[in-house]
């Protein structure tokens, strides 16, 4: 194993779980040991229990592993969790009651007051709340969140602006069909369409939103002040989640101003240089007609959020369009760099 951590993921088989795999394929810190699916899959190699829906080749080495059921036991401490909604709730609690560190996708336990909603760039120093969720809940492990796919694409968005005082945020999405998973929105239903609800959507990147931005205390984290309000939309798009975001401010420093703190925002992982951090965590575009999914989303092995086109809105102060690849920064990859940020201060002892 090269002295690398060995890691589980959980949901193995999924269209989130799949991306864990692609990620950690040759990750300079991380190797998986270990893959846990529902007991259909459970007992098969992984090869033989999925259909691969990537755009590069499975890993060899995980492609004949024996898939385990995701029950605790044999799986190493460090797990990724790319477990559907409807199970991950119950069975991320069951590890992290075992021992396991649980770095997981899924919203289920995203607004527990001691579970860290964490966007590394944006709000690291939530990872302390660890430490309170062992006193609180008695886990010998924990669980690590990152925030819905969307919400990720809007609060690296906004992070940088917090400076000039974030008072009201209306953000329109167009979310991209792998979005939801595998086989998804049917073709007749997406096609030269776009369907006006993601269900469940808004009230994630309303509330989440505020978590991120907010302020960690000892027992918990006190929510930013800032009003979010969000519409959200399926498009026939494969790969990138575009938010059109309008924003008002407590102070008005001017659209060269704003631009810049966009351009100039980093955080702990470029500091430290960690695997999966892209060099410019948000990419400021002065092309009229940019940032595009089909042009954007893969920038930095999928890790960098786009956003152009800021100008002045006669309703409230700015508007702006960001973009994100969904399924990396919004999801698997966000997990990872948790991980490695995690790695970094010593959660992993």
């Known amino acids: ?30 190797t998986v040991s270990w893959i846990g699916a529902s007991e259909r899959s459970a007992g098969k190699r992984y090869r033989d229990a999925t259909t691969w829906r990537l755009p590069v080749p499975r890993p060899d080495r995980v492609a004949d592993m024996v898939v385990d059921m995701v029950t605790p036991g044999r799986a190493p401490r460090l797990l990724f969790s790319g477990l559907d909604a409807s199970v991950a709730g119950e069975v991320e609690t069951a590890f992290a009651e075992q021992g396991h560190l649980v770095v997981s996708n899924a919203r289920n336990h995203r607004m ?19 430490t309170a969720q062992a006193e609180s809940k008695g886990w010998s492990g924990g669980i690590v969140t990152n925030p819905n796919c969307s919400t990720v694409v809007l609060a690296m968005a906004v992070a ?25 929105v049917a073709s007749l239903d997406i096609l030269g369409n776009v369907v006006p609800v993601v269900p469940g959507e808004e009230a994630k990147i309303e509330t989440e939103t505020r978590k991120v931005l907010g302020q960690v205390t000892d027992a918990g984290v006190a929510v930013h002040p800032v009003t979010v309000s969000a519409s959200t939309t399926r498009v026939p798009v494969i790969n990138g989640h575009t938010e059109i975001v309008t924003v008002s401010l407590e102070s008005d420093p001017g659209p060269e101003a704003l631009i810049a703190a966009l351009r100039g925002f980093s955080g702990r992982p470029q500091e430290m240089g960690l695997p999966s951090a892209p060099r410019h965590p948000v990419l400021y575009l002065d092309e009229e007609d940019r940032p595009q999914p089909r042009l954007d989303a893969d920038r930095d092995n999928g890790m960098t959020i786009c956003i152009g086109r800021l100008r002045a ?8 369009v960001a973009m994100g690849h969904n399924t990396v920064r919004g999801a698997a990859g966000a997990a990872v760099l948790n991980a490695e940020l995690l790695k970094l201060d010593g959660g992993l002892g």
């Open 112 to 130: 527990d007051p001691v579970v860290p909603l964490v966007i590394p760039e944006v709000n690291a120093d939530h990872l302390r709340l660890l």
């Open 313 to 320: 809105c006669p309703v409230l102060d700015y508007k702006f």
């Open 160 to 184: 940088p602006l917090r400076q000039f005082g974030l008072r009201q945020i209306i953000v329109s999405t167009l979310q991209a069909v792998s979005g939801a998973g595998y086989p998804g």
């Open 1 to 30: 194993m090269g002295g690398k951590i060995e890691v589980g993921v959980l949901g193995a088989t999924g269209t989130v779980g799949q991306e864990f795999v692609a990620q950690l394929a040759d990750h300079p810190w991380f």
